[in-house]
Structure formats: C-alpha cells, structure tokens
C-alpha cells in the first residue's frame, strides 16, 4: 500500500505544477493525475504547497567546549529540524588537535547512534595540517565524508594558518572533495578584544566591534588568494556582510570558484539587538554568535545577493546555548560569552515568511536555497533535495495563509529562548515526510522512535549559472 498526496502544488527548484504524488516505501514512486492504486492512503492536500524536505548542512549539535556543551544533542536538534520541515542535517565532527580523524569520528557515530529523527551526514573539521592528517582525509572521504571544514579564527585551539589551508586545499582537490570555510582573523580578533578590554569596554555590544566586518572582509580576502593559487573551489560559511559578498563577486567574475552560505540571523537580525538590555543589562549575549550580527545594510546587502543569485544556500549554523549561560559568562565580558544561536526549527518559516510573501525570492529559489542547493554541493543530490521520481519521499508540505508568531514556549529546540521571538510566521509546517513516513502531521510531531539514517555523501556537483 502506497500514500498518495493529493491536489497540491509541487515545487522543484525550477518549476511549480499542480500534480499528484505517490509515495511507494521510502521513495517517490510516481507524479501525475490519476496515480492512486487500490489500498492507497489518500491524503488530499487542499491546493498546499509540496517542497523537498529541507537541508541544512551547517549544523552543531551535542558540541562540547572546554566549559558548556550545547543545549541540543542530536536527540533534540534532529527533532527540532523535522518540525521545521528539515529532514536532513549536515553536521560538524568536531576534532581537537593531536586528535585522529578517525577517532573524533568514532566519538560522533556514538553521539548520533540511534538518537537521530532526520537523515544525517557529517563534515570532518581540520585543526591542523600534517601526513597523517593528509592520509585520513582519503578514509573520510571513502566513509562518505566528502566535506571538510577549517577555521580562520578561534587562535590556539581551531585557527589554521595559510600554508595549512593551501595543503589542505590542494589534498582535496586530489580527493575531489570540498572544504568549507571560516571566515574571521583570528589573530586581528585576539589583538581587538584585548585592546578593547584595557579600555573597559567588556560590554556585550563590543562583541560586533571585535569582530567588524573588516576582520571577515581579510579572511574572505585570504581565501580568495589561495583558493585562485590552487584553482580549486572553496565555500564560505555564514557570510556575514557586504563588504565581503562584494569580495567574492569580484573574484567570480575574475574565475575564482567560491560557494557561499549565509543564515537567517544576517537577513533578519542587526546589531542592534546587542543594545538590548532587559532585566539585567544583559539581553544582547541572547545574540552572540560569530560573525557577529551587522549592519542593516548588510541585511539588505545579502537579501539583494540572494535575489541575484550570488548566495548560493541558507543553513543556520545552529548552536544553541542557554540564555542564562550566556548572561552569566556576559557578567565576565563579553569575549566569554558562548558563541552560538538557535535556529534549526525555524529556517524554512522565516524564508518563507521573510522572503518568499515578500516576494523578495520566489518559493523555487527557496527551495533552491535551502534543499537542492546544498544537496548538491554536498552530495546527496537526487537522493534528497529534489521531488523526482526515484528520489527519496522527503516532503515538506506549507500550507500558505496561516498567522502565527514564533516563540521559545512552542518550540521543540532544548533551549531557553530564540532570537526570533515575536516574528511572525506566515507559512504553516502542516507536513513533514522522512522516506515516505510521516513525522509531522496538522502541524505536530507524531514522530515516535527516532529513525533517521546515516548518509554516506557523494562528491560534489553543482556548478553555478
């Protein structure tokens, strides 16, 4: 017996048609009028918008800092992300230095054993560069690991200097994989909070001052140069600003292969919010993330660079730290207060919201931007990422015409606030589908056991127009 949706709108990335679906198992069996078989459930969808399950490759769940650990394990994230309309999630297996690839890896296959609702794969983080680093790369990479990540901030612990970067650089073009990467100077962010700390400025609004749009604008920079060096892409994380779009447009049109990422907290969110004070003194720390939020230039910079095409997918870089954590490290200054925000839940409303009823983006670019996109750049592209025949019944179904408003109070997320508090919604997550079995129905999670599945990633292929 098959489940076949009826009387609604489905949307690729590249067209919308009033059609039927059939889901036959965990895949897409057929699309077209009249594909019901006898013993089918029959769902009628009422004119409801039908879209690939969401993909957010930028996610951190259960990450352990030297003094906090996130609020969400992979339990709670993947569940979050399935009520959001999210059935696939790409996180970061975070490996110290000293550290084999392929025992941090062991740690995060414990982490996620059994525990995860929606599909998941990860990324390999690399700290450091040597030989052994090097050789690992290829098991990964035959583990299904075909992405890596390295930071250009967080000195002594994360930071990876130019040669590093162009060996790694040059492996993986080798390997045929792609690294992803972040973007802040990390030494001009130690020199910054240290001068502004002698200067008895430890307030939470001088976390945006040690971390200006300069500091990523250098590393963007740097990127550029090593990435044209080696002739091979490279993606950006979480850009945050105009002047580094700006960057990497140039450097387009100059043949350098650049994908870039961006995330809902630079489109709607703006620096002001470190003003705010509540009881305490101490609300602003709720937005603490790095890059830190900016300007509202820089919010209209990036809505007008998706519009054009120039940002290639939106993730949320989820990484969710309690409120009163954050306010208490604030007391300190702000350089202790953990960096990380919570948003794996309310992606798919807020650019549906924000950008699609504004009519800034169409609901194909949507779709292109948060499923297809990442699902090829990341290698899960047919499986996910798209509505085909053959292709995993991942669905999301928003019905359109709804009001609500986001609030910590009836979110899944294991945390205890959003910086999205009191924004409106205007896309119902009515239901969600992971291979064929429905998680979320009338707008609520029925999910029972988790059931998501490790996903072995192919290499990239995606090409930008």
């Not at 609901?363 to 499923?371: F, G, P, R, Y």
Request: net charge negative.
């Amino acid at each position: 017996m098959g489940t076949v949706l009826k009387g609604c709108y489905i949307v690729t990335s590249e067209k919308t048609v009033r059609s039927d679906l059939r889901i036959d198992g965990e895949k897409i069996e057929s699309i077209g009028l009249s594909v019901e078989k006898d013993g089918d459930e029959i769902i009628d969808l009422k004119g409801s918008y039908i879209l690939p399950g969401g993909i957010d490759a930028h996610t951190h769940f259960d990450l352990e800092l030297p003094n906090i650990k996130t609020s969400d394990d992979f339990k709670s994230g993947t569940k979050s992300a399935i009520a959001g309309g999210t059935t696939t999630i790409i996180d970061f297996v975070n490996c110290h230095r000293g550290e084999k690839l392929s025992d941090a890896l062991e740690t995060y296959k414990e982490k996620t054993k059994g525990k995860c609702y929606s599909d998941y794969g990860f990324h390999m983080t690399l700290c450091e560069w040597n030989k052994e680093v090097e050789s690992e790369m290829e098991e990964m990479v035959k583990q299904g690991i075909t992405s890596f990540k390295m930071y250009m901030a967080y000195k002594d612990t994360l930071q990876v200097n130019e040669e590093e970067i162009e060996q790694a650089l040059k492996k993986s073009k080798e390997l045929g994989a792609l690294i992803s990467f972040h973007c802040e100077n990390g030494d001009e962010i130690i020199k910054n909070i240290n001068d502004l700390i002698s200067k008895g400025k430890s307030a939470v609004k001088y976390h945006e001052a040690s971390r200006s749009s300069e500091v990523e604008y250098e590393a963007v920079n740097t990127l550029i140069k090593i990435a044209r060096k080696i002739n091979y892409p490279v993606f950006i994380v979480h850009l945050s600003s105009k002047m580094s779009l700006d960057a990497v447009i140039k450097a387009r049109r100059e043949g350098v292969k650049i994908f870039v990422e961006t995330c809902p907290h630079y489109l709607l969110l703006n620096k002001d919010f470190y003003e705010l004070k509540g009881d305490d003194g101490l609300e602003g720390s709720k937005y603490v993330m790095s890059p830190p939020l900016r300007s509202r230039e820089d919010n209209n910079a990036l809505w007008e660079g998706i519009k054009l095409g120039e940002i290639d997918t939106i993730a949320t870089d989820h990484c969710s730290f309690n409120y009163k954590d954050k306010r208490e490290n604030a007391k300190i200054d702000f350089s202790k207060i953990p960096n990380g925000i919570p948003s794996v839940q309310h992606r798919m409303e807020l650019i549906f919201s924000y950008g699609v009823k504004d009519k800034i983006i169409s609901l194909n670019e949507m779709v292109k931007l948060t499923s297809t996109n990442p699902a090829k750049i990341f290698g899960l592209y047919p499986k996910k990422g798209e509505i085909k025949v053959g292709s995993d019944a991942d669905l999301l179904i928003i019905e359109d015409g709804y009001k609500d408003t986001i609030s910590f109070e009836n979110s899944i997320q294991e945390v205890d606030y959003t910086p999205y508090e009191g924004f409106e919604s205007n896309g119902k997550i009515k239901r969600v589908f992971l291979r064929g079995k429905e998680l979320v129905k009338d707008g609520e999670f029925i999910g029972k056991e988790p059931t998501g599945q490790y996903i072995s990633r192919n290499k990239w292929s995606y090409e930008r127009r």
